[in-house]
T-cell receptor, first 113, second 118 residues
């Protein structure tokens, strides 16, 4: 059973701080990784994707991937109250003829003003 | 300019009464997915269509069926809803399937349909 693990939180950070969200995955063959943000009662929206080891930056967001450790993280700099949401890590699972997304349960982030 | 549209946004049905959820897309994407998400749980893939090719997940109950009459529309049919089927149902699309050699097209989600079973 391919798994994606996240700490459910809640992770609470003060406004302006760096929020660090972590994710581990069990399938060593995984090559594509996504971070989605989901506000309460809403659908997931894509934040970032990363395919290569190292860091990928997009504005206040940085995704970090370490395939050897089977670990992917999302850093949010200068956290804002509007960043308060559940962050879902998703990994492409290559079963059968193509890949499907396997989601973690998400980490709930709370940014306090 | 919504790209993935789901109707209705909220659906209430009775135990055992068939229900159909609708998804449409303006992206002309080849792949359409249906996920079930229960409270504080990960979205769980039920099945997907690659063009007209239907792909069912092994653990999706027979109670769940899907139809894709054309590129733009995809339906989720729940033949006999049980209390345990109450959830958010998410439709997503992607331009193509994830190739085996790596990479993956982004999946775009609709707003979801929240299903309540009485």
């Amino acid at each position: 059973q391919k798994e994606v693990e996240q700490n459910s939180g809640p992770l609470s950070v003060p406004e302006g701080a760096i929020a660090s969200l972590n994710c581990t995955y069990s399938d060593r063959g995984s090559q594509s990784f996504f971070w989605y943000r989901q506000y309460s009662g809403k659908s997931p929206e894509l934040i970032m994707f990363i395919y290569s080891n190292g860091d990928k930056e997009d504005g206040r967001f940085t995704a970090q991937l370490n395939k050897a450790s089977q670990y992917v993280s999302l850093l949010i700099r200068d956290s804002q109250p509007s960043d308060s949401a559940t962050y879902l890590c998703a990994v492409v699972n290559y079963g059968g003829s193509q890949g499907n997304l396997i989601f973690g349960k998400g980490t709930k982030l709370s940014v306090k003003p | 300019d919504a790209m993935v549209i789901q109707n209705p946004r909220y659906q209430v049905t009775q135990f055992g009464k068939p229900v159909t959820l609708s998804c449409s897309q303006t992206l002309n994407h080849n792949v359409m997915y249906w996920y079930q998400q229960k409270s504080s749980q990960a979205p769980k893939l039920l099945f997907h269509y690659y063009d007209k090719d239907f792909n069912n997940e092994a653990d999706t109950p027979d109670n769940f069926q899907s139809r894709r009459p054309n590129t733009s529309f995809c339906f989720l049919d729940i033949r006999s809803p049980g209390l345990g089927d109450a959830a958010m149902y998410l439709c997503a699309t992607s331009r193509d399937r994830a190739p085996l050699n790596g990479g993956a097209d982004t999946q775009y989600f609709g707003p979801g349909t929240r299903l309540t079973v009485l």
